[in-house]
């Protein structure tokens, strides 16, 4: 068949279809430019193009010269990214939390970017692989002096990853060699390799209960730089012939360089605890299955309600329980029992706790040691000196 040369004139709006066109009937080169224009294309080519799922190592959009590299769909709702046949990325946009998973190998592991949805919150995860820590690193001037790098890791150091006890570290990179710096402990312990300087306030205080709770806030500022006596295991105000039982001198909140007792992030007795405060640890059941690329991981007591139940639903999602460690981590032995804090019985989780900064009616920082502002009315140990005077009726004393 001859093929005929349309001229632009020749061109209706929408004339042009898809069923109008019969493979190889027109040329591209007998059709001058700018003769086809959008208007004139109606139902040409905009029609949705269905493409197959596709996989990793061969996905369903792709370059012509690199073929395991592109875009395929890995399930109902999903996009993922692929690169010379690996996994890269996925999207995901399921019912679920919306999120973005970065290099996800499947055994839960990744970097992990959560849209707030069902109930939870926007999030950043990063988990390390089986039997590895994860880590945050932070490179200033792109790394060029020694001391540029820094890492804050859940376990080990970028020297050595391996997985640990519960804790968080701080670690630089300084004479070839990377050192922890700081170490928060899951028992809340924090370790400093330098100095922890407190700027601006200079005295050691400690949490002491009133003996009679105060009347008004009022009388909380009242009794800012007031001596206070033990009267049994709680405070009252200093009185006249009292000086050799005065402890300290009540401090307001967040004037004082350390304040031992302030359990303010959680009520004191949450865990259960021996005669010398040492908390007390219960063996237990851990549970991992693996969902969508991420893994979830509860004691087998705390289960959430869409946790696997069936034999079906466990078998399709990896699903195990175990008693022990299953390798070596940190002070742990592979085969040693898994423990964990053990719940005070009287301990009520939907109870509203409120720190003892926040009820100072109930409770008094006393300062014990340092550098502390007094009142002239003050019942006053002629053991402590007076360094100067401050304003009318106040002077700054050393305490011991």
């Given at each position: 068949?001859?093929?005929?040369?349309?001229?632009?004139?020749?061109?209706?709006?929408?004339?042009?279809?898809?069923?109008?066109?019969?493979?190889?009937?027109?040329?591209?080169?007998?059709?001058?430019?700018?003769?086809?224009?959008?208007?004139?294309?109606?139902?040409?080519?905009?029609?949705?193009?269905?493409?197959?799922?596709?996989?990793?190592?061969?996905?369903?959009?792709?370059?012509?010269?690199?073929?395991?590299?592109?875009?395929?769909?890995?399930?109902?709702?999903?996009?993922?990214?692929?690169?010379?046949?690996?996994?890269?990325?996925?999207?995901?946009?399921?019912?679920?939390?919306?999120?973005?998973?970065?290099?996800?190998?499947?055994?839960?592991?990744?970097?992990?970017?959560?849209?707030?949805?069902?109930?939870?919150?926007?999030?950043?995860?990063?988990?390390?692989?089986?039997?590895?820590?994860?880590?945050?690193?932070?490179?200033?001037?792109?790394?060029?002096?020694?001391?540029?790098?820094?890492?804050?890791?859940?376990?080990g150091n970028p020297g050595n990853n391996n997985a640990d006890d519960g804790k968080i570290l701080w670690a630089d990179f300084d004479a070839g060699s990377w050192d922890i710096e700081l170490k928060l402990e899951a028992s809340g312990a924090l370790s400093a390799e330098?100095?922890?300087?407190?700027?601006?306030?200079?005295?050691?205080?400690?949490?002491?209960?009133?003996?009679?709770?105060?009347?008004?806030?009022?009388?909380?500022?009242?009794?800012?730089?007031?001596?206070?006596?033990?009267?049994?295991?709680?405070?009252?105000?200093?009185?006249?012939?009292?000086?050799?039982?005065?402890?300290?001198?009540?401090?307001?909140?967040?004037?004082?360089?350390?304040?031992?007792?302030?359990?303010?992030?959680?009520?004191?007795?949450?865990?259960?605890?021996?005669?010398?405060?040492?908390?007390?640890?219960?063996?237990?059941?851990?549970?991992?299955?693996?969902?969508?690329?991420?893994?979830?991981?509860?004691?087998?007591?705390?289960?959430?309600?869409?946790?696997?139940?069936?034999?079906?639903?466990?078998?399709a999602v990896n699903y195990e329980e175990r008693t022990v460690y299953k390798r070596d981590k940190g002070s742990h032995k592979k085969g040693d029992l898994l423990m964990r804090k053990k719940l005070n019985p009287d301990y009520d989780p939907d109870r509203v706790y409120?720190?003892?900064?926040?009820?100072?009616?109930?409770?008094?920082?006393?300062?014990?040691?340092?550098?502390?502002?007094?009142?002239?009315?003050?019942?006053?140990?002629?053991?402590?000196?007076?360094?100067?005077?401050?304003?009318?009726?106040?002077?700054?004393?050393?305490?011991?």
């Open positions: 068949m001859s093929k005929t040369t349309i001229p632009t004139a020749g061109l209706a709006d929408s004339a042009v279809t898809t069923a109008k066109i019969t493979d190889g009937t027109i040329a591209t080169a007998d059709i001058a430019d700018s003769a086809v224009t959008l208007a004139k294309t109606t139902g040409v080519g905009t029609d949705l193009q269905a493409v197959a799922d596709g996989s990793a190592g061969s996905p369903s959009i792709a370059n012509s010269g690199d073929t395991n590299t592109g875009i395929f769909f890995p399930a109902a709702d999903k996009v993922g990214i692929t690169t010379a046949g690996n996994l890269h990325t996925t999207f995901l946009g399921d019912g679920s939390q919306q999120q973005i998973q970065h290099g996800a190998s499947g055994g839960g592991d990744g970097i992990f970017i959560k849209a707030p949805g069902n109930s939870n919150a926007a999030s950043i995860e990063s988990i390390g692989n089986e039997g590895k820590g994860a880590f945050l690193f932070q490179i200033q001037d792109q790394g060029d002096d020694n001391g540029d790098y820094w890492s804050v890791a859940s376990a330098g100095a922890m300087n407190a700027n601006t306030t200079v005295d050691y205080a400690e949490f002491f209960e009133w003996k009679t709770e105060l009347a008004s806030n009022d009388k909380i500022t009242e009794t800012y730089g007031m001596t206070v006596v033990l009267d049994g295991d709680k405070v009252r105000l200093a009185e006249a012939g009292e000086e050799a039982k005065v402890i300290g001198v009540v401090r307001p909140t967040g004037t004082s360089a350390c304040v031992g007792g302030a359990h303010n992030n959680k009520w004191k007795n949450k865990f259960s605890r021996n005669v010398w405060g040492e908390i007390e640890y219960e063996n237990y059941t851990q549970v991992n299955w693996i969902k969508d690329g991420q893994k979830f991981a509860y004691a087998k007591d705390l289960l959430p309600d869409d946790a696997p139940k069936t034999d079906e639903e466990k078998a409120v720190g003892r900064d926040k009820r100072r009616k109930e409770w008094a920082i006393v300062g014990l040691l340092g550098q502390v502002p007094i009142r002239s009315t003050a019942i006053v140990p002629t053991s402590w000196t007076k360094m100067k005077n401050i304003e009318t009726g106040l002077d700054l004393y050393f305490i011991k």
